[in-house]
């Protein structure tokens, strides 16, 4: 199964795409989309969505993650953000994937352990379980982060869901 991760972003939205085969994680491709900051803010969501779209026919996942964004002490930039996280939603589920949401905490807490953990230590520990990737800034350090947090979350599930059926 092929996860799609997605790091919202209006100027740099990350993206990362891990196959995922039993316990098993491989590194497929991850990148950073761009916006024009000068162009007005309709003219880069459109920008965001044409490249994002392109990324998702490329790259066929089976699902998508998209990280979830909070207020924060500028109202004006959380909104903005607010647009490109819209855009993240939309565009897989226009594909016809299922799409999960974490907060920044979970995806830490499954990748490092830690729900407080710097950005440079979910770097580390991405880079650790899928050795060899070659990762296109912490943009898309975060986008892999988000694949791998759901990739976990769903095979809990699929432990669940078996435990569950054993029980019966």
């Not at 916006?35 to 920008?47: E, I, Y």
């Not at 650790?128 to 976990?152: E, K, N, R, S, T």
Request: charge should be positive; charged fraction near 20%; aromatic fraction near 2%.
């Amino acid at each position: 199964m092929r996860v799609m991760g997605i790091d919202p972003g209006l100027r740099n939205l990350g993206w990362g795409v891990i196959e995922v085969e039993g316990s098993r994680l491989r590194h497929v491709a991850n990148g950073v989309l761009h916006s024009d900051g000068t162009a007005d803010l309709a003219t880069r969501l459109l920008g965001l969505y044409r490249q994002l779209t392109a990324v998702v026919a490329a790259q066929r996942p089976d699902c998508a993650a998209v990280e979830q964004t909070f207020v924060n002490k500028d109202a004006v930039a959380t909104l903005k953000l607010g647009h490109a996280r819209a855009v993240a939603l939309l565009v897989p589920a226009q594909a016809g994937l299922t799409v999960g949401e974490y907060a920044p905490n979970a995806v830490k807490k499954a990748v490092v352990g830690v729900g407080k953990a710097a950005k440079v230590q979910v770097d580390h520990m991405v880079r650790m379980q899928l050795p060899g990737a070659v990762i296109d800034g912490p943009d898309a350090a975060d986008a892999l982060a988000v694949a791998l947090c759901h990739a976990f979350h769903m095979q809990s599930a699929g432990r669940l869901q078996a435990a569950l059926r054993a029980a019966e």
